[in-house]
């Protein structure tokens, strides 16, 4: 069973008797639906409603786990500080953090389930423990995430650059439109409810190798978005759906710098390009 040891990754644990009322007021991600044996995705937005900081969380016995990269490490924790106020909520963090992705059927014990990629229906598991014989690379890690278009920070969009309808937490399970209000929650309500939501995620598919990542995708000279993970012929980008409808429905090429290049939404969201859906429908 594949299995790979993340080194960039760090842990604030949340715990307290208010820990759990503390994000459910706070954060994109429905504390009340997070189950004890998985991990589901979860931002903390700008009252814009962009994504500030993001994180995946999990239960850690009574306490609550937020697992984010290295570098929202500091600057996370010191908002949650500013947050917390007088509640009875301590924090606490672990870096580096033993953080390993597990592929496969198999369930390893003590392991989460990533809900990302059960919607997607594939099987994979995050453990919070050092493990050993750890043969996978970020490589093969990547090349899961392109086939279940799983963008992720850095690599695929910017923080506060991206609505969390861009990469699909409408649809993952890390973004709840029946909990109440949160930081943001306003915007990304309107948002869903007046279906505006235009950029989203979809898999690259180039006739040839695909450019670097952060090429342009394009069509007749226009931009549409920009590639992110890049692996071979495939990647990742968040674009304009309407855009790529249009083109798609015109037979317009779509570039990926020069490389003529086949959008797709991922399969188990269930969204289609604008134009596609129109034509369904006449």
């Given amino acids: 069973m594949p299995k790979l040891c993340l080194d ?28 004890g044996d998985e991990v589901r995705p979860g931002a903390l937005l700008t009252p814009q409603g962009k994504i500030l900081f993001d994180f995946l969380i999990s239960r850690d016995g009574e306490a609550l786990r937020l697992e984010t990269s290295l570098d929202q490490l500091e600057a996370l924790l010191k908002r949650l500080t500013m947050y917390k106020l007088r509640s009875a909520v301590e924090l606490s963090l672990l870096t580096p953090a033993p953080v390993a992705v597990i592929f496969g ?42 086939a279940a278009g799983i963008a992720v920070v850095n690599r695929d969009y910017a923080l506060q650059d991206a609505f969390p309808h861009d990469v699909l937490m409408d649809l993952n399970g890390g973004l709840s439109f029946r909990k109440g209000c ?45 590639l992110g993970t ?19 429905a015109k037979g317009d090429p779509i570039l990926a710098g020069e490389v ?10 269930g969204l289609a390009f604008p134009a596609e859906a129109d034509e369904a429908s006449a």
């Fill in 182 to 226: 949160y930081v943001g929650q306003e915007v990304v309500s309107r948002m869903q409810h007046r279906g505006t939501a235009r950029r989203r995620v979809v898999i690259v598919s180039g006739e040839a190798s695909l450019p670097s990542s952060g090429t342009s995708l394009s069509i007749n000279g226009r931009p549409i978005g920009t």
């Fill in 230 to 248: 890049v692996q071979d012929k495939a990647g990742l980008a968040i674009v304009r759906i309407d855009k790529a409808g249009e083109a798609i």
């Fill in 8 to 35: 960039d990754r760090a842990i604030i644990s949340v715990s307290g008797k208010d820990a759990d009322a503390l994000l459910q007021g706070l954060i994109t991600t429905d504390i009340g639906a997070l189950a």
């Fill in 105 to 146: 059927e198999e369930r390893p014990e003590g392991s989460y389930r990533d809900h990302r990629f059960e919607k997607a229906q594939m099987s994979v598991f995050r453990l919070y423990r050092p493990i050993a014989g750890a043969e996978a690379s970020v490589a093969d890690y990547d090349r899961l995430r392109i």
């Fill in 260 to 269: 003529p290049v086949t959008l797709t939404l991922p399969g188990w969201t």
